[in-house]
């Protein structure tokens, strides 16, 4: 059975700083998702399978970034510069497709990790 295993929220200032780690069973393309209250689930990065292409939701460009070690598959979710509106529950996603185009594309999801970002 698939295992996605989301560490590292928590509660942060504006302008401050996480990095959310995702550990899987195996080695997939995956995605970070968030889902702030009352708010459908949006896409906020991916990288594909080998880590050679990475996407990012215009919204976190310039201050997040998406990264995976690959030995011990897990990916991470660098956030920079955080703001109020970054606030939400993260999601990692996992895809048996090498290149998944959309949410729908993803197999497995984690459950959940909260970040707040408050002053």
């Known amino acids: 059975q698939v295992k996605l295993v989301e560490s590292g929220g928590g509660t942060v200032q504006p302008g401050g700083s996480l990095r959310l780690a995702c550990a899987a069973s195996e080695r997939y393309a995956m995605a970070w998702y968030r889902q702030a209250p009352n708010k459908e689930r949006e896409f906020v990065a991916s990288i594909t399978w080998r880590g050679g292409n990475k996407y990012h939701s215009n919204s976190v460009r310039g201050r997040f970034t998406i990264s995976r070690d690959s030995a011990k598959n897990t990916v991470y979710l660098q956030m920079n510069n955080l703001k109020p509106e970054d606030t939400g529950i993260y999601y990692c996603?996992?895809?048996?497709?090498?290149?998944?185009?959309?949410?729908?594309?993803?197999?497995?999801w984690g459950q959940g990790i909260q970040v707040t970002v408050s002053s």
């Open positions: 996603a996992a895809s048996n497709l090498n290149a998944p185009t959309g949410i729908n594309q993803y197999d497995y």
